[in-house]
């Protein structure tokens, strides 16, 4: 059996990441960085898997898995009848070549340790050349190499490297895995141990600038630190996860690649950065924006590349079963080529975010939310496939024209507000409009709620947003009923599932089954929250951080019946809900985007 999602733990160095399980293992990598197909592991628990393990021989348990404060340097402890030992996890700030660290501590006694590393590229279907190489042990095939330096003698075995050894107490052996351009020569070795302090005092660094100091502060820090994990430092991108294909339900078919950046996601975490005070990534992120939507507004795409590739076709890899049998394993993403109007209202709004954290509007980026703006004016009527990428046929999703709302909205207060040039009186017009459109065909006064479309009587709880854009008050009528309905009917244990799944087949054309969106329930929290329900806000909040595992990282969705993780892990938006809900629950958030009043 595989492990659960939960048993895992994320090293990254900005680049890229791995996932390391609680039996240490290296389970998923992906060289030299996110979205690569050099990839080293090929899916969690597959039999075609690339491998990494290090651990005791024989009976083992981990004892205790932590993060040192304010890091991604990951320490596994195992206790053994022979006595005990440490395993330290890393991957230092990036050089020219993506290194992946591993340290073996002995702390008490004698323990025996076994090291079997299984090298596949391209998702396990390439097995590599391995040869000796002055001491090391060098894997080769097509453009990718892979370098494995240790202090411990290593040997091959069932097209495999393998080694035995033994740590005693205060011992400390070192074993690095490289990625390089198999065309090149093999990179100069690293200093493990001085790479360890470079990487802790570089995470320390940056989590130390963190501005929240309140009662949560602890889960909020490894949240951005997690957050930041998904950056990809030579462009500024921001991907949604760092794996593909782990399953919203276990053994069904809803196994997406999450490798991309998609400007929703991008513009949420980049909303809870600039909240804790890290303004250096909005300046990156706003400058990938502009080289990565160049060109035709009406051909903004939902997501790119880490650098801004538009092209991400997908493809099925029918060689692998997936994760507990949940096929198909997919890579690439076809929802690239969907058009989903909320994307529009996002971007606006985290650029008018940037501005009220003082960060500089450059003279391009006003002109490309113009651009933006006069495309939307004759586009937010048309449907589009929404928030949830369904699959099955495009409609006029409420949710996306409250986002034209938003879009509109914060052109008028870059002009009001900024002083930046405009036609504002179109834009003020162009807002009342949509507000009257929403308010007149997305509510249901029968049902006392919004709805999904018009004409429907589906709940979705993307319309939990509607006060936290500031698109009406929490303690309107209509949005008081809209959180009563989702209370009722798409809550399971407390946790929100994000539309009704009594037909959900003539919503996406996917057969059901998925977990409760844990994003969705934050914003729950922050609703009630705002309707003056704190008990039952921070009851909720409680209960999403219970979900987290040992060393506090969340996946996109959670199983109630079945009490697990689901969905690609670590997930942007779900650690983006904690920030942001933490942040209203100590009574910190101005609630930037809550800026009701401006109705038009």
Known sequence: MPLRLEDYA????????ALVGRDGSVDWLCLPRFDSPACFAALLGDEHNGRWLLAPAGGHKAVRRRYRDGTLVLETDFETADGAVRVVDFMP?????????????????RVPMVMDLLMRFDYGSIVPWV????????AVAGPDGLLLRTDVEVYGEDLRTAARFSVAEGDRLSFVLTWFPSSDPPPRPIDPE??????????????????????????????????????????GGIVAAPTTSLPEHLGGVRNWDYRYCWLRDATFTLLSLLRAGYTDEAVAWRDWLLRAVAGDPAKLQIMYGPAGERRLPESELDWLRGY????????GNAACRQRQLDVYGETMDMLHQARRSGIETAAPAWSLQRHLLDFLEGAWRQPDEGIWEVRGGKREFTHSKVMAWVAFDRGVKAVERFGLPGPVDRWRRLRAEVHEEVCRSGYDGELGAFVQYPGSRRLDASLLMIPLVGFLPARDERVRGTVAAIERDLCEDGFVHRYSHDDVEQVDGLPPGEGAFLLCTFWLADNLFLLGRVDDA???????????????????????????????????????GLVNTAATLSGRADHPRDETGDSG
């Open 194 to 235: 001085h790479a360890l302090g470079d990487t802790e005092r570089w995470w320390r660094a940056w989590s130390s600038r963190c501005l929240d100091s309140g009662r949560w502060r602890d889960a909020v820090v490894r949240s951005l630190v997690v957050l930041k994990a998904m950056t990809y430092a030579p462009t």
């Open 10 to 17: 994320l090293i990254g160095d900005t680049q890229t990441a």
């Open 93 to 109: 700030p990036r050089g020219e070549e993506p290194d992946l660290v591993r340290i073996v501590e002995g702390v008490r006694g």
């Open 131 to 138: 040869q000796r190489l002055d001491g090391a042990r060098v």
């Open 538 to 576: 921070r009851q909720t909040f409680e209960r999403l951080l219970a979900l987290r595992n040992d060393v506090g990282l969340l996946s996109e969705q959670y199983d109630p019946g079945r009490g697990r993780l689901l969905g690609n892990f670590p997930q942007a938006f779900s650690h983006v």
């Open 324 to 331: 507990e049998g949940s096929a198909p394993v997919r890579i």
